[in-house]
């Protein structure tokens, strides 16, 4: 039986990928590390281990759920005792010879790995699960985004800081640099020079890796807002081609992956609240704009569990497919 370890696994993608190699029934030796802080905590069977330089002697793949900082240092480790890692942090997405895979996209870029694969940014899987059928169907050209991202993004200190604001309004932010609590931040990284975070240039460079598009323009905004748990989206669209409103609805209500939630009469479209703790990207709030007769705009909004699809289901998807392609070669 393969062995595959956790780095990272007391955060809130590492538990969560647990529960995913639970839930999508493979079949393993497990080892959870963590920091020092860690070691010796019990979760489920198992007793989280320190995560040291000897950490990864007989492991064949490793979960990476640890920031980019630990993620460098213990890298070199995993990639010295041969196992193939699957790493949710940004240290390597952009890296040529690392695959970014969105398994329901582009699950056959796995096949050119060389030791690591991404996991793309959480937002990026939401926007590219509702977009990647009208890509395929119109060309996406120009994309413009604004997202509404849930606390649990920032880990576990971003559930402490909503949850000490509730109780207490004054409470000292820890993850975000302003109170979440009544509030929303727009702000989500470190600006550049031109006033763009490091959040909002993932969507268009992981974007175009992940589509293999490299003409596609993003323009977005990314905002945290005193949600638990689910981000989402508003997207506008600009295609090549022409849309067929109704064409595109038929495909979604079909896309692996997908939920067309599109009732608005009834009140029906993506919520937080309901895509929360389940798998699911929904779409809904389909529309042509008025502004563009020729029908080559669109907007919809979504939203989709990041600790789940936007991390850890993801790379869980990626492991057992990468499994699977070792097992058959
Ligand atoms: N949260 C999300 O929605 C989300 C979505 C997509 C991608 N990601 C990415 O996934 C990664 C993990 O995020 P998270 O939200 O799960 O963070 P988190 O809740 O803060 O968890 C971080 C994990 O890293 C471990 N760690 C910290 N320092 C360490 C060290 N020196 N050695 C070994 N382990 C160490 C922690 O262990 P201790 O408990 O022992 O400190 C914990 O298990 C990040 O790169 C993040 O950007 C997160």
Redesign the pocket.
């Known amino acids: 039986m393969k062995t595959i370890a956790i ?8 538990a969560q990928m647990l529960e995913c190699l639970h839930e999508q029934g493979i079949e393993a030796n497990i080892r959870l ?3 020092a ?2 070691a010796g905590k019990q979760i489920e069977d198992w007793t989280v281990e320190e ?1 040291t330089e000897d950490s990864f002697k007989g492991v064949d793949y490793v979960l990476g ?4 900082d ?2 460098k ?2 890298m070199p480790w995993a990639q010295k005792a041969g196992c193939v890692v699957v790493d ?3 240290a390597f997405r952009l890296d040529e010879n690392v695959p970014l895979v969105v398994p329901e996209i582009n699950a056959e870029d796995i096949r050119k790995h060389q030791g690591i694969i991404s ?1 793309p ?2 937002s990026t899987i939401i926007a590219l699960m509702a977009m990647h059928d009208l890509h395929e169907l119109y060309n996406i050209q120009d994309v413009i985004c604004t997202t509404f991202q849930a606390v ?6 971003g559930l402490r800081d909503l949850e000490n604001q509730l109780k207490d309004p004054e409470a000292t932010p820890e993850a975000f640099a302003h109170p979440i609590a009544f509030n929303v931040i727009p702000q989500i990284g470190s600006f550049d020079e031109n006033g763009i975070t490091s959040e909002e240039w993932k969507m268009q460079n992981e974007g175009r890796k992940i589509l293999h598009a490299p003409e596609l323009n993003v323009n977005c905004t990314c905002v945290r807002v005193p949600v638990w748990r689910s981000h989402s989206e508003s997207i506008t669209i600009r295609t090549e081609k022409p849309v067929d409103l109704d064409a595109l609805k038929e495909r979604l209500s079909h896309s692996e992956g997908v939920k067309l939630q599109d009732d608005p009469e009834n009140n029906v479209y993506p919520m937080p609240i309901d895509t929360s703790n389940q798998d699911l990207v929904y779409v809904g709030r389909l529309r042509y704009d008025p502004a563009d007769p020729t029908h080559r705009t669109v907007s919809l909004f979504c939203a989709g569990d ?2 789940r699809k ?2 850890a289901s993801n790379a869980v998807q990626i492991l057992k497919k990468l499994m699977e392609m070792d097992e058959q070669a």
């Open positions: 780095a990272g696994a007391t955060g809130a993608v590492g590390l963590a920091s802080r860690s995560l759920a640890c920031e980019n630990v993620t240092k213990w949710n942090s940004s996991n940014n959480c649990s993004g920032a880990g576990v200190k990041q600790i936007g991390a």
